[in-house]
């Protein structure tokens, strides 16, 4: 039986039935809404109303999570990047090492505060920054080590507590894609100085928009606290009804970075289901990866043994192209997510040419010629990102919170685009056309 075309050329998909809705939420969820909504506060700045505020329950209940002492609830990801700097001490024209291949927060929290992002090459083993180029690229201007646990795997991460302690450089661990994930049983976010989490939609943990700092440092927390909420922190009196909570400490310069009590609610309601949908997704993949031992050219990303409990934000997958008829990746990503109905992407576009990272576009104040010129990351070379983004492609989380029926859709889908791979070549001829015509 001849196989049908490619759907992204007419053909039937492999798969029209929808994947799983994200974010999710149940009755319990619309409960500690509704009891927020009825409660009249709202903020962590608003006044005591008889009962601890969601805002303190779920930091208590994160850094419990983490095993460590304190946790900040924040605003993003990029505003606990942002805090956990500040409270570190980096400031204008310090240098912050950032891996080349990430999402474009990283760097912007970094050229945020007045610092220079500086990008490291990353390791193709787990596509996180390389601890070999994260020591040639130090300077006597580096004043943190900003590391990202990306996709679905940790970084080298013991290397990376090591490079910090003989360099004297601060460690942020940004854990935006890895709540929950363990090496050698210890939850990532707890070996550097500050963990760093993004609460945005997308992230398998999250109220919509939302972040949080973790930390064992009472020293930093208490910086991280002031730097969230305007200078302010917990008073240790027993609240009383009616009366604010905080009191006014001015220890640091800070400004509004709360999380609100709604966003709160929703975190504490939703972390109780994280480890339960973590090792859903976790035993997803592992069908997925048996079932494409069988399609040639298609490799998930392996995970080390030290990794004891992986988490999924992104799966990822190496194509060999040659396998897809020479396709770029950008077609290859496209044709599958046709087939699959839903979100199919190759990985980030390196740092030093993100169409996100300007920096040259904000405002200059009176920064010198060169010092300006030292925030423009095009002159660094990346080449095992460059690479990466030219033979990676990654799925989302949800697709794994299916079936495991589901994920032989998955892997259908690749074996049909491998075979007819040769059809995506009037694909490409179509756009120069197109080109042409105009
Ligand atoms: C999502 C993400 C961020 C930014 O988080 P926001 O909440 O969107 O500010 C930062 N770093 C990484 C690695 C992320 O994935």
């Known amino acids: 039986m001849p196989q049908d075309r490619l759907a992204i050329l007419g053909g039937t998909p492999v798969r029209t ?7 999710r939420a149940d009755q319990e969820t619309e409960r500690v809404l509704l009891q927020v909504l009825h409660s009249g506060r709202w903020a962590l700045s608003g006044a005591y109303a008889g009962e ?3 805002e303190r329950r779920f930091a208590a209940a994160f850094a419990e999570y983490h095993g460590v002492p304190y946790c900040t609830p924040t605003t993003s990801g990029s505003a606990s990047l942002t805090l956990a700097m500040l409270a570190l001490n980096v400031g204008p024209g310090d240098e912050v090492l950032v891996p080349a291949l990430t999402w474009v927060a990283c760097a912007s929290s ?18 996180a920054m390389s601890p070999a180029a994260a020591k040639a690229a130090i300077t006597d201007r580096t004043r943190a080590i900003m590391l990202v646990h990306p996709f679905c795997t940790v970084a080298a ?13 601060p460690l942020i661990e940004d854990c935006s894609q890895a709540h929950g994930a363990a090496w050698k049983q210890q939850r990532v976010g707890t070996f550097g100085d500050v963990g760093c989490f993004s609460m945005q939609q997308s992230k398998v943990l999250t109220s919509g928009e939302g972040g949080a700092c973790i930390t064992r440092s009472r020293e930093l927390s208490e910086r991280i606290e002031q730097l969230r909420s305007d200078g302010r922190l917990f008073s240790t009196a027993t609240p009383r009804t009616g009366r ?18 709604f966003q709160a609610a929703l975190l504490l ?4 289901h994280l480890d339960s949908e973590n090792e859903y997704r976790a035993a997803r993949a592992l069908t997925l990866g048996r079932l494409l031992q069988d399609v040639r050219g298609v490799t998930p990303l392996s995970a080390p043994a030290d990794l004891t409990s992986r988490t999924y934000y992104n799966i990822v997958f190496r194509i060999d192209r040659d396998q897809f008829a020479g396709h770029t990746i950008d077609t290859i990503a496209r044709a599958l997510a046709d087939e699959l109905n839903t979100n199919v992407n190759p990985v980030y ?13 904000a405002p200059r104040g009176d920064l010198s010629e060169p010092e300006w010129q030292r925030r423009d990351i095009s002159r660094f070379a990346t080449p095992v990102a460059e690479k990466v983004r030219a033979n990676y492609l990654t799925l989302t989380h949800p697709v794994l919170l299916e079936d495991d029926a589901s994920m032989e859709d998955i ?7 491998r075979t007819l791979a040769p059809e995506l070549r009037e694909l490409v001829v179509d756009a120069a056309a197109a080109r042409q015509a105009f």
């Open 411 to 417: 892997s259908r889908a690749f074996a049909k685009v």
């Open 269 to 272: 309601d939703r972390l109780q």
């Open 110 to 127: 970094v050229l945020a505060i007045g610092a220079v992002p500086v990008p490291v090459d990353i390791d193709e083993e787990n596509l």
């Open 157 to 169: 991460i013991e290397s990376f507590v090591e490079l910090s302690r003989t360099a004297k450089i």
């Open 244 to 261: 604010l909570e905080l009191s006014e400490v001015g220890a640091v310069q800070g400004r509004n970075l709360c999380l609100s009590e």
């Open 52 to 54: 601890t505020c969601f």
């Open 349 to 361: 576009r390196p740092m030093n040419r993100h169409p996100l990272y300007q920096p040259l576009k």
């Open 17 to 23: 039935r929808p994947w799983p809705k994200w974010p």
